[in-house]
């Protein structure tokens, strides 16, 4: 495998389940939520750890039909796409159906970076200068949004 890809893969690894050096990972940061937590608002009009969740799961699916282009517009699972809602009927299994979604939309986006070729790689960062340091910061910026929130909660 390509150094790059190697590279990519091991910081979306990092950002997501692995030790950041940043702090708490994304996956992290969820670990032990219930969904009462999961649910508590911080303050008015600001987003929950569950919206949160639902808004990262939808990125990364994003993330990996741009870099593949594969796969239909629209078709994440949840509705409305960016800022999923939560389900009617928040219970405990629907908030860990929703961490799985979280963890299957990480999943494929990993084996999407795996499968590149280092030229579309190389053809995706000349074309798209921003994502190099958008996708470092934005990995990093949801774990700590989730983990403050968690914070703030207890």
Not at 84 to 104: G, I, N, Y
């Amino acid at each position: 495998m390509p150094s790059e890809i190697r590279l990519l893969l091991d910081i979306l690894d990092r950002a997501f389940t692995g030790t950041g050096w940043h702090g708490t990972t994304l996956l992290g940061a969820l670990r032990g939520v219930t969904p009462r937590q999961a649910l508590w608002r911080p303050a008015p009009g600001r987003h929950n750890v569950w919206e949160l969740a639902l808004h990262a799961a939808y990125w990364k699916y994003v993330v990996r039909r741009r870099i593949t282009g594969a796969g239909e517009r629209g078709a994440f699972p949840r509705a409305p796409s960016n800022w999923p809602d939560v389900p009617e009927a928040p219970t405990a299994k629907a908030w860990r159906e929703d961490v799985r979604l979280l963890k299957r939309m990480h999943a494929e986006l990993v084996d999407a970076v795996a499968s590149l070729p280092p030229s579309a790689l190389r053809s995706l960062w000349r074309s798209r200068p921003r994502w190099r340091s958008w996708a470092l910061r934005w990995r990093i910026g949801q774990g700590l949004q989730l983990r403050l929130t968690a914070i703030t909660f207890y």
